[in-house]
């Protein structure tokens, strides 16, 4: 498995990045009228998809949502198989009174928090590499 384990060395060089824009969850049916070139991400659960998108294009293609996040990518690559991360960086954020949805891709591990939160929890995940 490629990537880091080691939770120490995970926490110090996380490296979190904010990414530009607004982003939003929104549930289809299918996916026969998205073009996924544009979907961040989606997950097929039992009741529909998931999608995580740009505000925008949910906007444009008419999906209803009901959050507006801002999303975080920690640079680090982090292995799937790492223990702990996850923990330690939600329960940092959950101390400051911070929501997150995570989404662990095979690289990096990316923390959707509330928009208007965003400042606040890049300064709480660089206190994490301290």
């Not at 490629?2 to 060395?9: A, D, P, Q, R």
């Not at 529909?48 to 740009?54: G, N, Y």
């Not at 293609?61 to 198989?81: F, K, M, P």
């Amino acid at each position: 498995m490629s990537g880091e384990k080691n939770l120490t060395v995970l926490l110090q060089s996380m490296s979190p990045t904010l990414n530009e824009g607004d982003y939003v969850f929104c549930t289809v049916a299918d996916l026969n009228d998205i073009e996924l070139s544009e979907v961040i991400s989606f997950f097929k659960e039992k009741e529909a998809f998931t999608l995580i998108l740009e505000k925008q294009m949910a906007d444009r293609i008419g999906l209803t949502y009901t959050y507006i996040a801002a999303w975080i990518t920690l640079t680090v690559h982090s292995s799937l198989e790492a223990v702990g991360l996850t923990a330690a960086f939600s329960n940092s954020l959950a101390q400051n009174g911070i929501s997150c949805n995570v989404v662990a891709a095979f690289y990096h591990d990316h923390i959707f928090v509330e928009k208007e939160k965003a400042d606040e929890a890049m300064k709480v995940l660089w206190e994490l590499t301290k």
